[in-house]
């Protein structure tokens, strides 16, 4: 579990985290203890950004993601902090780090936590499961994919994102 707060006050934003990431599947986790989740966004602007829940976008560590970001920034200067915001955005979504095997690992872990969260539904006992009440989470799990957008450049769940439009 991740701790991280922010104070703010007329002058700034104090940033604070604790260290410690859980990586790996259900039941294949392991625990870091020393990890970094606050970043300078900027090397111009005082601007940091905080990462929590997954330490990897599609098998690519933030960190990475956020210091190629700043490197590509350079000793650019924008007006307000939607701007970073934007740029950043865009930065994370190219294809250089939409690699196949980040996609790979992505969908498969994706499929084993949704697994994962079936099966401890059916386990809890005060739900009485049986074919219909798993029909219609797993309907729901569908309508509820089929309500995002894809992500671009991203092949594989673009393509399962094609599957679930077909009638």
């Known amino acids: 579990m991740t ?50 829940g997954h330490v990897e976008h599609f098998g690519c560590p933030w ?17 307000d902090l939607r701007d970073y915001v934007d740029r950043f955005s865009d930065a994370f979504k190219d294809k250089k780090f939409l690699t196949d095997d980040g996609q790979s690992v992505c969908v498969i872990s994706a499929a084993l936590s949704t697994i994962g969260e079936v099966e401890s539904r059916i386990r809890d006992e005060r739900v009485k499961w049986n074919a219909k009440t798993v029909k219609a989470v797993l309907e729901k799990m569908f309508v509820d994919a089929n309500n995002q957008d894809p992500i671009m450049g991203l092949k594989i769940l673009n393509s399962a994102h094609s599957m679930l439009n077909m009638d």
């Open 63 to 79: 960190e990475v993601i956020i210091k190629d970001f700043r490197a590509g920034l350079g000793n650019t200067c924008f007006g």
């Open 3 to 52: 701790a991280e707060t922010a104070v703010l006050n007329k002058r700034g934003v104090a940033l604070a985290a604790d260290s410690a990431v859980t990586t790996g599947f259900r039941d294949r986790e392991k625990i870091f203890t020393t990890a970094n989740k606050i970043f300078t966004l900027s090397k111009v602007h005082p601007i940091g950004i905080m990462i929590n």
